[in-house]
């Protein structure tokens, strides 16, 4: 079996589970009411806006924000999507089955990882269409905006590979999800402590996904927040192969 069956076999599994598509559903009208709200703001305020040289625009008080409710949500949303992939197989016992087939931890991991992370990137464009569906109307800021979307895809990357890890170390779906949960808001907030002391700088800063995420939500793009994603997934892919490897090995 290839990386390619993995990924087909894992998304077959999202649209026939209820859960995906609620969750689709529940957001999606969420945000939407959200993005109406957010133009009706804009537009109120627009004039006021125009007099200022330096007022913020469509993408500053639509656009971002709307991703801003995006990333806020993904902390509910990509715990519940990850639970079932390594810790929903390890319940119904169809774990060894993948294993008879001779598919190497690596493999399964990464397709597994994939296909959720493809739901999450079409979650995305979906949220993204609602601000791009008045380009012809409005002034966009491409570059601000393309950093946002940057920022919220190796977010939602990050998050699903750490919820797939802790898919793979549970026993249970459900307990999957709450150490995802924790953990993803854990990596959000764990220089709260330094903030509120004044404390800018620091490791305890630079381990905080917050960090690196509002500045590329506000348009600023940098190779040290690319790096700490970047890590981040390596690492929690690297975990969940481990992981499944010595089941493996256990039988």
Not at 94 to 116: E, H, Q
Request: with cysteine; charged share 10%; aromatic share 8%.
């Amino acid at each position: 079996m290839s990386l390619l069956a993995v990924i087909r076999l894992e998304w077959r599994r999202l649209l026939v589970r209820p859960l995906a598509w609620v969750l689709a559903a529940l957001t999606l009208a969420w945000l939407a009411w959200n993005f109406t709200l957010l133009l009706g703001g804009f537009l109120a305020g627009q004039i006021q806006n125009a007099a200022r040289p330096d007022g913020p625009g469509f993408t500053d008080l639509v656009g971002v924000p709307l991703l801003a409710q995006l990333a806020q949500l993904a902390f509910l949303v990509v715990p519940l999507l990850t639970m079932s992939t390594i810790a929903g197989d390890r319940r119904n016992g169809t774990l060894p089955l993948l294993f008879a087939a001779g598919l190497p931890a690596s493999r399964i991991v990464l397709g597994k990882y994939l296909a959720v992370l493809g739901w999450l990137l079409l979650w995305l464009l979906s949220t993204l269409a609602m601000p791009l569906a008045l380009a012809h109307a409005t002034h966009i800021d491409w570059g601000k905006l393309a950093a946002a979307t940057l920022g919220l895809v190796l977010m939602l990357a990050a998050l699903a590979a750490a919820g797939v890890a802790c898919s793979t170390f549970a026993s249970h779906p459900a307990i999957a999800a709450a150490a995802a949960l924790v953990l993803a808001l854990a990596l959000w907030s764990v220089n709260l402590g330094a903030q509120m002391a004044g404390i800018n700088g620091g490791a305890i800063n630079w381990l905080a996904m917050s960090t690196h995420l509002q500045p590329l939500l506000r348009g600023l793009v940098s190779s040290t927040d690319i790096v700490w994603f970047v890590l981040l997934i390596v690492l929690a892919l690297a975990l969940a192969v481990r992981r499944l490897s010595a089941d493996r090995e256990r039988g």
